[in-house]
Protein backbone atom coordinates (compact mmCIF):
# COMPACT_ATOMS: atom_id res chain seq x y z
CA UNK A 1 0.00 0.00 0.00
CA UNK A 2 2.73 2.52 1.07
CA UNK A 3 4.43 1.69 -2.41
CA UNK A 4 1.51 2.66 -4.01
CA UNK A 5 0.75 6.01 -1.79
CA UNK A 6 4.14 7.81 -2.75
CA UNK A 7 3.79 7.58 -6.66
CA UNK A 8 -0.15 9.00 -6.43
CA UNK A 9 1.19 11.79 -3.82
CA UNK A 10 3.48 12.83 -6.63
CA UNK A 11 1.20 12.73 -9.71
CA UNK A 12 -1.08 15.12 -7.92
CA UNK A 13 1.79 17.33 -6.95
CA UNK A 14 2.70 17.87 -10.66
CA UNK A 15 -1.28 18.41 -11.36
CA UNK A 16 -1.47 20.87 -8.93
CA UNK A 17 1.29 23.11 -9.78
CA UNK A 18 1.23 22.55 -13.92
CA UNK A 19 1.17 25.55 -15.55
CA UNK A 20 -1.91 26.39 -18.09
CA UNK A 21 -2.50 24.93 -21.21
CA UNK A 22 -0.56 26.66 -24.04
CA UNK A 23 -2.71 28.87 -26.09
CA UNK A 24 -1.45 29.03 -29.76
CA UNK A 25 -3.76 32.05 -30.29
CA UNK A 26 -1.98 33.86 -27.69
CA UNK A 27 1.82 33.11 -29.04
CA UNK A 28 0.13 34.02 -33.01
CA UNK A 29 -1.86 37.11 -32.98
CA UNK A 30 -0.31 40.27 -32.53
CA UNK A 31 3.18 41.96 -32.66
CA UNK A 32 3.28 42.44 -28.73
CA UNK A 33 2.48 39.35 -25.98
CA UNK A 34 2.62 40.62 -22.14
CA UNK A 35 0.93 39.55 -18.31
CA UNK A 36 -0.23 42.46 -17.39
CA UNK A 37 -2.36 43.53 -14.13
CA UNK A 38 -6.05 45.61 -14.97
CA UNK A 39 -5.47 48.62 -12.85
CA UNK A 40 -8.65 50.58 -13.73
CA UNK A 41 -12.08 50.12 -15.17
CA UNK A 42 -13.09 54.13 -16.28
CA UNK A 43 -16.70 53.38 -15.55
CA UNK A 44 -19.64 51.47 -16.50
CA UNK A 45 -19.64 49.93 -19.83
CA UNK A 46 -22.48 51.31 -22.18
CA UNK A 47 -24.90 49.47 -23.42
CA UNK A 48 -23.83 47.99 -27.25
CA UNK A 49 -27.44 47.54 -28.01
CA UNK A 50 -26.66 50.71 -30.89
CA UNK A 51 -23.88 50.40 -31.84
CA UNK A 52 -20.47 48.30 -30.78
CA UNK A 53 -17.24 49.62 -29.36
CA UNK A 54 -13.60 49.38 -28.26
CA UNK A 55 -13.37 50.73 -24.60
CA UNK A 56 -9.79 51.93 -23.50
CA UNK A 57 -8.75 50.47 -19.79
CA UNK A 58 -5.17 51.01 -17.81
CA UNK A 59 -3.11 48.31 -16.92
CA UNK A 60 0.20 47.24 -15.77
CA UNK A 61 2.78 45.80 -17.26
CA UNK A 62 4.15 42.74 -15.27
CA UNK A 63 5.64 40.83 -18.24
CA UNK A 64 6.64 41.35 -22.01
CA UNK A 65 6.57 37.75 -23.97
CA UNK A 66 7.10 38.80 -27.15
CA UNK A 67 7.39 42.37 -29.02
CA UNK A 68 7.91 45.46 -27.39
CA UNK A 69 6.07 47.18 -25.23
CA UNK A 70 7.14 49.81 -22.58
CA UNK A 71 7.42 49.01 -18.75
CA UNK A 72 4.78 50.56 -16.60
CA UNK A 73 1.39 51.29 -17.69
CA UNK A 74 -0.44 50.90 -21.00
CA UNK A 75 -3.61 51.67 -22.29
CA UNK A 76 -5.37 48.74 -23.93
CA UNK A 77 -8.85 48.49 -26.08
CA UNK A 78 -11.41 45.65 -25.54
CA UNK A 79 -14.08 45.27 -28.04
CA UNK A 80 -17.64 44.96 -26.82
CA UNK A 81 -16.42 44.63 -22.92
CA UNK A 82 -19.37 43.26 -22.03
CA UNK A 83 -19.09 40.33 -23.77
CA UNK A 84 -17.08 37.77 -22.32
CA UNK A 85 -13.87 37.24 -25.05
CA UNK A 86 -14.66 34.14 -26.52
CA UNK A 87 -18.16 35.54 -27.72
CA UNK A 88 -17.00 38.94 -28.21
CA UNK A 89 -15.82 38.40 -31.94
CA UNK A 90 -18.21 39.64 -34.63
CA UNK A 91 -18.11 40.50 -38.95
CA UNK A 92 -16.71 43.95 -37.51
CA UNK A 93 -14.29 43.29 -35.01
CA UNK A 94 -12.04 40.49 -37.24
CA UNK A 95 -10.38 38.01 -34.89
CA UNK A 96 -10.29 38.46 -31.23
CA UNK A 97 -11.21 36.12 -28.40
CA UNK A 98 -9.88 34.42 -25.43
CA UNK A 99 -10.64 32.58 -22.45
CA UNK A 100 -11.36 35.95 -19.89
CA UNK A 101 -15.09 36.05 -19.10
CA UNK A 102 -15.24 39.27 -17.30
CA UNK A 103 -13.20 42.40 -16.45
CA UNK A 104 -12.56 43.16 -12.59
CA UNK A 105 -10.09 45.89 -11.51
CA UNK A 106 -7.00 44.14 -10.24
CA UNK A 107 -7.04 40.79 -12.15
CA UNK A 108 -4.46 39.49 -14.06
CA UNK A 109 -4.69 38.93 -17.90
CA UNK A 110 -1.91 37.43 -20.73
CA UNK A 111 -3.02 39.27 -24.51
CA UNK A 112 -2.11 39.29 -27.69
CA UNK A 113 -1.89 43.06 -28.88
CA UNK A 114 -1.89 45.12 -31.76
CA UNK A 115 -1.12 48.59 -32.02
CA UNK A 116 -2.46 51.28 -32.75
CA UNK A 117 -6.04 50.65 -31.72
CA UNK A 118 -7.07 53.24 -34.65
CA UNK A 119 -5.60 51.14 -37.36
CA UNK A 120 -7.45 47.86 -36.18
CA UNK A 121 -10.29 49.39 -35.00
CA UNK A 122 -12.58 52.16 -36.94
CA UNK A 123 -15.71 52.01 -34.68
CA UNK A 124 -16.60 53.66 -31.88
CA UNK A 125 -13.94 53.99 -28.65
CA UNK A 126 -14.95 55.03 -25.01
CA UNK A 127 -11.44 56.61 -23.83
CA UNK A 128 -11.59 58.23 -20.85
CA UNK A 129 -7.39 58.43 -20.76
CA UNK A 130 -7.99 61.11 -24.36
CA UNK A 131 -5.83 63.55 -22.23
CA UNK A 132 -3.04 61.12 -22.00
CA UNK A 133 -0.83 60.90 -25.05
CA UNK A 134 0.82 57.43 -25.37
CA UNK A 135 -0.16 54.32 -27.87
CA UNK A 136 -3.45 52.67 -27.50
CA UNK A 137 -3.24 49.24 -27.51
CA UNK A 138 -5.77 46.67 -29.45
CA UNK A 139 -6.92 43.90 -27.15
CA UNK A 140 -6.69 40.86 -30.02
CA UNK A 141 -6.64 38.08 -27.73
CA UNK A 142 -7.42 37.67 -23.61
CA UNK A 143 -6.88 35.02 -21.33
CA UNK A 144 -6.99 35.13 -17.55
CA UNK A 145 -3.45 34.63 -15.51
CA UNK A 146 -2.20 33.72 -12.65
CA UNK A 147 -1.28 36.56 -10.23
Not at 40 to 62: C, Q, S, T
Not at 123 to 144: C, H, L, M, S
Request: aromatic share 10%; with cysteine; proline share 7%.
Amino acid sequence: MRALVAPMCLALAACATAPAPADPELSSLGKHEVTAELVEIPGPFPANDLYNYAFVFKYRVRQVHRGSVPAGEILVGHYNPRKARAAAADEESGKIGGRLEQFRAGDVHRMALEEPLDHHWIGGIIDKYFEQKGTRYWAVWTNPASR
